[in-house]
């Protein structure tokens, strides 16, 4: 059984407001697409990867890339649409393991990627890194008010990696595009045929960069990570 990466790579990530799509911004002297992909790769040397990238994307070097096997993969208009692609273009077995990760997540260390792999490898219907929701949970109800406070009990934040079986992944992501349901992670398109992927604790600090704070605490992240 082989492992397969998918990174979603092909954001414009336009809430950075940056001269550049953000995995090509520099983070501890180095984009943030090279960090994730070298944490990937310092927990799965062997694996396979399938990067999906902007056709027109002028940033990309493929010197960044550590994997031995690796294809570069046309990215769709949405997130969902790039990994298919990724899942159309991979020679994968039904059974194989896919995981996909953020490209936007260059925190993720080495055990938490272990942990998720052996999660997604022990349950029928996937796992994916998850954290429980810390804050009090405000719905808006128009005007920048709040009307109601959501029960945080039970509720997480979900990270990436997600990790499923080929075929799995592959069924769920083409029903959800077939009946029009727009999901923003993997686990969600599993869940709307009623499976229930694994919640694996991650940790705290596998940071999604969104906004332009956000690459100082990635550094001193990785700071802190290698200290
Ligand atoms: O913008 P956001 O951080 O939510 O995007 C999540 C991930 O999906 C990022 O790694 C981004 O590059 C990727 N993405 C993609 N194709 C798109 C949109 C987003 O690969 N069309």
Known sequence: ERLWLVVPAAGQGRRMGADRPKQYLPL?????????LARLHGAFPTARLAL???????WFDPAWVPFAHWQRIDG???????VRNALAAIDAAADDLVMVHDVARPCVTVADLQALHLAAGAHPDGALLAMPVADTMKREGGERQSVTTEPRDGLWHALTPQGFRFALLEHALSQAAARGIAVTDDASAVEA????????SARRDNLKITHPDDLALAAAILALQAG
């Open 28 to 36: 501890a002297g180095r984009p943030v697409l090279a960090h994730t």
């Open 52 to 58: 999906c990238l902007d056709a027109d994307d002028r």
């Open 76 to 82: 769709g208009r949405e997130r969902m649409e790039s």
């Open 193 to 200: 045929l009623g499976g229930a992927p694994k919640l694996v």
